[in-house]
T-cell receptor, first 109, second 111 residues
Framework: RKEVEQDPGPFNVPEGATVAFNCTYSNSASQSFFWYRQDCRKEPKLLMSVYSSGNEDGRFTAQLNRASQYISLLIRDSKLSDSATYLCVVNQAGTALIFGKGTTLSVSS | DTGVSQDPRHKITKRGQNVTFRCDPISEHNRLYWYRQTLGQGPEFLTYFQNEAQLEKSRLLSDRFSAERPKGSFSTLEIQRTEQGDSAMYLC?????????FGEGSRLTVL
């Protein structure tokens, strides 16, 4: 079983749609969780951290379920500029961040 | 530009040759990471340093791969006797408190 698993998609949605991405992780000792965004042919960049209580940043909402070892990212009111690959990232204290394969989102007009 | 810089951006080499990549992290960042990424995959962890100490190495990092960060500033990643399977984007990232800041990567093509 891979450490971090994501549905690779692609997710093709119209502008204005709500889309949700899921991610599961295998190591129950994982402590920190993130979503990174990677545009085509660019380097990954931090989108948001994921906190136990869930957190929101504008149109983006991240949730963590430690019991199920599951992380989600919800994007509301999708924009064309949201088209990218979304990477789920997990780590334990003092170890390197482990990336999932990424989920590709394509938003069309 | 005070971001993470990597050199060279592109490298084409023949199988069996050695290649070296350099990464200059953001100056105050004490942690430096190397990842490898191939098409359709997320970045795969290779190794990381805290200051000059190499704290963790992935099992992906075969004996042909070696990384150094001699003075706790820039780092080099050397691949000896390259194979076609080494073709990938090699990403360097630095951090000080959690968030990784990536460079634009060094793309390796092994013919």
């Amino acid at each position: 079983r891979k450490e971090v698993e994501q549905d690779p998609g692609p997710f093709n949605v119209p502008e204005g749609a709500t889309v949700a991405f899921n991610c599961t992780y295998s190591n129950s000792a994982s402590q920190s969780f993130f979503w990174y965004r990677q545009d085509c042919r660019k380097e990954p960049k931090l989108l948001m951290s994921v906190y136990s209580s869930g957190n929101e940043d504008g149109r983006f909402t991240a949730q963590l379920n430690r019991a199920s070892q599951y992380i989600s990212l919800l994007i509301r009111d999708s924009k064309l500029s949201d088209s990218a690959t979304y990477l789920c990232v997990v780590n334990q204290a003092g170890t390197a961040l482990i990336f999932g394969k990424g989920t590709t989102l394509s938003v069309s007009s | 530009d005070t971001g993470v810089s990597q050199d060279p951006r592109h490298k084409i080499t023949k199988r069996g040759q050695n290649v070296t990549f350099r990464c200059d992290p953001i100056s105050e960042h004490n942690r430096l990471y190397w990842y490898r990424q191939t098409l359709g995959q997320g970045p795969e962890f290779l190794t990381y340093f805290q200051n000059e100490a190499q704290l963790e190495k992935s099992r992906l990092l075969s004996d042909r791969f070696s990384a150094e960060r001699p003075k706790g500033s820039f780092s080099t990643l050397e691949i000896q006797r390259t194979e076609q399977g080494d073709s990938a984007m090699y990403l360097c990232a630095s951090s000080i408190r959690g968030e990784l800041f990536f460079g634009e990567g060094s793309r390796l093509t092994v013919l």
